[in-house]
């Protein structure tokens, strides 16, 4: 018998007996154990902290990002053997792309992250505030990543989506993991996390696995570790409650299953493609991963004169699917993913068959294609009919976690957002309507209950990833009954496991720890030219002191032949009156063009092109005779990995332009983006 193991203190390990007997949710034969007993949980979270988490704080963001993309690349290349290890959780094969190809596919958005980052191993976060008169002390904030473990308990439902779309941001974020996915489908995350192992790319004591119960993993947290758990709200609070978490005030982010909803707008009448939109949205989240996902649609909000008609259209396209196993022609839903599953489902439904009907679906007279449904885990969609959701309530407070929802009416937009926020909280809801006022005050409306909103209609229907669908680069959660917890994020995601920390400071040490240039810092004379040095010989805060320049009318003149830009406060004197010119002034535009011909070092050099400018701001107007300078800095770098072979090595070095008038004040400011060659590319 196949035993599933625990990944621990860099090795694998059976476990002690028989703690979790597997079954395959097709044909119900037993496929394997796990057991997660004999795991030591404070040596594993020690372990975490001190070898995986001390590696990857070490590693700049960059390094990390690139580490993600290479991990997805790898685990592509393996994802044949894990579409047909998902098949026994009873995932057809478009369930299954959700879970493996959606789950890899959050590496590889989260890699791309690195572009958003420094090029250090913490985050840089805003802008300086300047805290005294002369400018000689200020503060600033960095992000460092947390120096414990972060600890993923996963649901049944996503074996491999629910562990990758957690761990890749933990990593990006330099913060170690232990996984313990749900002891039914572990199976499969294991399979998994036994190539991530083998394939070394991520360094050790960054990822451990633990198949079987677990009970007690939480006994052992400190203050600086980090608990995420998907599943269930009574479960979740629980391990939220326990008095480890709460002692030691630790992070706990919950994303709990949720009552969502989707309504169909009062303009998406029949006859219109977002009235066949909805029909075949609402009849997918039913059976896609037979309605096992936490952001599967429970409640269909409907006006109240189409109910008979949505809820006639739906059950036609229910009739049309074919359950059974996923390897038979045909199939389009699955099972569920066990037999308990399975009688859990029943009793939710038949408790919510106490006050609304079922319009669609039967609990015993239904029919499985290639297999027998007394050994799977099977279950029949089911769709119920609730004419009146304001007071037969049990569908706002019931969740049977399965291929089942109810349709029910409004009779007016204020009512469907009331409706929809009866639910307490919920991961996402949907409206599909052609009309995008009304989209806006549903939105606006209900918005405040919901984690993500999903508008769809005929224009981005083609591209639209669909209700269910979390996307890597959004947040992820909901408040209330969902959780209040936040995943994925993008950038945002990786802030959470980050620690905000304020420092304050002279100028120039702020710049020293930042590795960003701070308005007021020493500034260094560069020698030679910044554009004569190689990327690795630049340093922040070296800055060239350009030679200077008098503008004359005849400039503004000839910018504006040049450019096209007429605008009367460059061109008439006699139209300033009530403005805030006391004469024609110059282009903004020019002072900058200008700028760039005094501080650029023409001959060829290191520099490849200048690519982008950013928060450009024109704070004193300049006019005939004023004399202007610049001050060129070095403000930031970024490596930047080689794309090929043939690619030039390179990175990005911001520069601030700061240009000064006779005074000495800044008149314009700029922060130009240049690509620069390394040594190794002379």
Not at 229 to 237: D, E, K, N, V, Y
Request: proline share 4%.
């Amino acid at each position: 018998m196949q035993r599933y193991q625990s990944y621990a203190l860099g090795k694998w390990f059976d476990g002690e007996g028989t703690e979790t007997n597997l079954f395959n949710a097709i044909t119900g034969e037993k496929i394997g154990e796990a057991s997660s007993i004999g795991l030591d949980y404070a040596a594993m979270l020690e372990y975490g902290r001190k070898t995986g988490g001390h590696a990857l704080r070490k590693m700049t963001f960059q390094e990390r990002g690139r580490m993600l993309k290479a991990l997805a690349l790898h685990l592509m290349t393996k994802k044949e053997r894990y579409y047909e290890v998902s098949s026994w959780t009873g995932a057809t094969r478009i369930d299954s792309w959700i879970d493996i190809e959606g789950g890899i596919g959050n590496l590889f958005a989260n890699a791309s992250l690195r572009r958003q980052f420094p090029d250090l191993p913490y985050y840089v976060d805003g802008v300086a505030a300047p805290l005294s008169k002369n400018g000689s002390f200020i503060g600033h904030h960095i992000m460092v990543p947390r120096e414990g473990v972060v600890i993923h308990i996963n649901a049944f439902n996503f074996p491999i989506w629910g562990m990758l779309e957690k761990i890749a941001v933990n990593f990006m974020a330099g913060v170690s993991a232990i996984v313990k996915p749900s002891g039914v489908t572990c199976y499969l995350t294991e399979v998994m996390v036994h190539d991530i192992i083998e394939s070394k790319i991520l360094p050790e004591g960054a990822l451990q696995l633990v198949c079987g119960s677990a009970r007690g993993i939480l006994d052992s947290v400190s203050s600086e570790d980090m608990v995420t758990f998907t599943g269930s709200a009574s479960t979740g609070l629980l391990l939220k409650s326990s008095p480890q978490i709460v002692q030691n005030n630790v992070m706990f982010n919950l994303e709990a299953d949720s009552l969502n909803a989707t309504i169909l707008g009062e303009k998406a009448v029949p006859g219109t493609e977002e009235f066949n939109l909805f029909i075949k949205e609402a009849a997918k989240e039913i059976t896609v991963k037979a309605g096992q996902k936490c952001t599967a649609v429970r409640r269909i909000i409907v006006p109240e004169n189409l109910t008979d008609e949505v809820e006639k259209a739906i059950a036609a396209r229910l009739a049309t699917t074919i359950i059974g196993n996923p390897s038979m022609e045909g199939v389009r839903m699955g099972a569920l993913a066990t037999r308990g599953q399975v009688e859990s489902v029943r009793a939710s439904v038949e408790q919510l068959a106490k006050s609304q009907k079922i319009v669609f679906g039967s609990l015993d007279d239904f029919e499985v294609v290639g297999a027998d449904k007394n050994k799977g885990a099977f279950f029949s969609p089911i769709l119920f009919s609730n004419n009146d959701p304001f007071n037969n309530t049990d569908v706002h407070e019931i969740e049977a976690f399965g291929p089942v929802a109810t349709v029910m009416p409004y009779k007016t937009l204020d009512e469907a957002i009331e409706l929809a926020k009866m639910g307490k909280g919920s991961l996402v809801s949907s409206i599909v309507t052609p009309d995008d006022q009304e989209a806006m005050e549903y939105v606006i409306g209900a918005a405040s209950m919901h984690g993500r909103i999903l508008v769809l209609n005929k224009d981005c229907a083609k591209e639209s990833t669909g209700h269910g669908s979390p996307m890597p680069l959004l947040t992820h959660g909901g408040p209330g009954r969902a959780g209040g917890g936040e995943e994925m994020g993008g950038k945002r995601g990786v802030l959470h496991y980050l620690q905000r920390t304020a420092i304050q400071g002279h100028p120039t040490t702020i710049t020293r720890i930042t590795q960003q240039f701070q308005v007021g810092a020493k500034m260094p004379e560069a020698n030679p030219h910044v554009f004569r040095q190689h990327f690795e010989e630049l340093v922040v805060g070296e800055t060239v002191f350009t030679h200077k320049h008098t503008v004359t009318d005849a400039d503004i003149v000839n910018f504006a032949n040049v450019s096209g830009d007429n605008f009367y406060a460059h061109m008439d004197a006699t139209s300033l009156e009530g403005t805030i010119f006391e004469r024609r002034v110059a282009h903004g535009y020019f002072i900058l063009s200008k700028a760039a011909g005094l501080f650029v070092d023409p001959k060829k050099g290191p520099v490849l092109l200048n690519y982008g400018l950013e928060d450009a701001r024109f704070t004193k107007p300049v006019y005939p005779g004023a004399t202007i300078g610049v001050r060129f800095t070095v403000k930031e770098k970024v490596d930047q990995e080689k794309k090929s072979e043939d690619d030039i090595a390179k990175g990005i070095v911001k520069f601030l332009v700061d240009v000064y008038d006779e005074t000495g004040e800044t008149v314009a400011m700029a922060t130009i983006l240049t690509m620069v060659r390394k040594l190794d590319q002379n």
